[in-house]
């Protein structure tokens, strides 16, 4: 049950509809973008904090959750563009961005594009440079290794099964990801619960955003990059013991230094850059550590 004090609504823009919440709020914009494959109901429990200071509003990208799923319109340009035209919608002409995972392109090419409406740029384990993810690809020893396949009719069974083969989506699983699975999922005709993004989609999104090189080095904003260091390992139970320690050794290896690789990167051509990491730390900081992801971003929104 969805209990997070927001409006629910949908605004027309480029074509196609796109859905929003919002908190309400009085001040500066503040606008929530979430990563791939979750809707702007993720951040229900996180944004409504900043509520006494910002007008709050969170954005569903086309393809995602209770937005419009067409065909087309995936790559860069077209993702950067409906997030302005929504800003026009709402009558927002300047806005804090803050965008996890994914939405670090939106928040490059946004900001690349539209400097002065850009009031300040905050990522969420975001700040990656993803044309350096294909050696993560090349180099993982588990490419071919998929969980096992299953069906569901239930979303009970679809959340257990999720927990089961994401162990590091169940350390932080409440009541928060059941009403997030609500918008994402849907019945197929079949009766089966199944991911309203297609594969279709999905690939789309991934071949048009991984090629892309950030454009950090034109940010003029104030920026906050946290990043969740990349060295508390969880692996599924289906891996067989040999799997987990080839699992182990290449995110040791390669995953943490390409991390480590990217975040020096960005702290090079961002030198304006407030950049804050947390050891240990989950890719959904702003749930996992929500208190301290607050705690930095209220510090860093209110600074003069």
């Known amino acids: 049950m969805d209990t997070s004090p927001h409006k629910s609504d949908f605004v027309n823009v480029n074509g196609i509809r796109l859905h929003y919440l919002d908190w309400g709020g009085e001040g500066p914009a503040l606008v929530f973008l979430a990563g791939m494959g979750c809707s702007a109901h993720i951040f229900d429990k996180f944004a409504p904090r900043f509520t006494d200071n910002f007008r709050v509003v969170a954005l569903t990208r086309r393809g995602h959750g209770d937005s419009d799923y067409p065909?087309?319109?995936y790559d860069v340009d077209t993702l950067t563009e409906d997030v302005r035209q929504f800003m026009d919608a709402l009558g927002i002409d300047k806005a804090i961005l803050a965008g996890h995972s994914m939405a670090n392109v939106e928040l490059c090419h946004f900001s690349a594009l539209y400097p002065a409406r850009v009031l300040r740029l905050i990522f969420l384990d975001a700040a990656y440079d993803r044309t350096k993810f294909k050696v993560l690809r090349e180099k993982n020893p588990l490419t071919d290794v998929q969980p096992p396949q299953e069906d569901h009719f239930t979303i009970e069974s679809y959340i257990a099964y999720t927990k089961r083969v994401r162990p590091d989506l169940a350390e932080i699983w409440s009541d928060l990801w059941d009403e997030e699975t609500l918008h994402s999922v849907m019945k197929s005709p079949e009766g089966k619960v199944v991911d309203k993004m297609s594969d279709k989609i999905g690939n789309a999104l991934l071949g048009n955003l991984g090629p892309?090189?950030?454009?950090?080095s034109k940010i003029q904003a104030p920026v906050l990059s946290i990043y969740s260091i990349w060295d508390d390992y969880r692996f599924p139970d289906y891996l067989t013991e040999?799997?987990?320690?080839?699992?182990?050794?290449?995110a040791k290896t390669v995953r943490l230094p390409i991390q480590r690789e990217c975040i020096e990167q960005f702290r090079r051509d961002v030198p304006h850059a407030k950049i804050v990491e947390i050891p240990q730390g989950h890719h959904y900081c702003f749930i996992k550590h929500a208190d301290f992801v607050f705690d930095q971003m209220r510090k860093f929104l209110l600074e003069q």
């Not at 040999?242 to 290449?250: D, G």
């Open 242 to 250: 040999e799997q987990k320690v080839l699992s182990l050794e290449f």
């Open 212 to 216: 892309y090189s950030p454009e950090d």
């Open 71 to 73: 065909e087309t319109g």
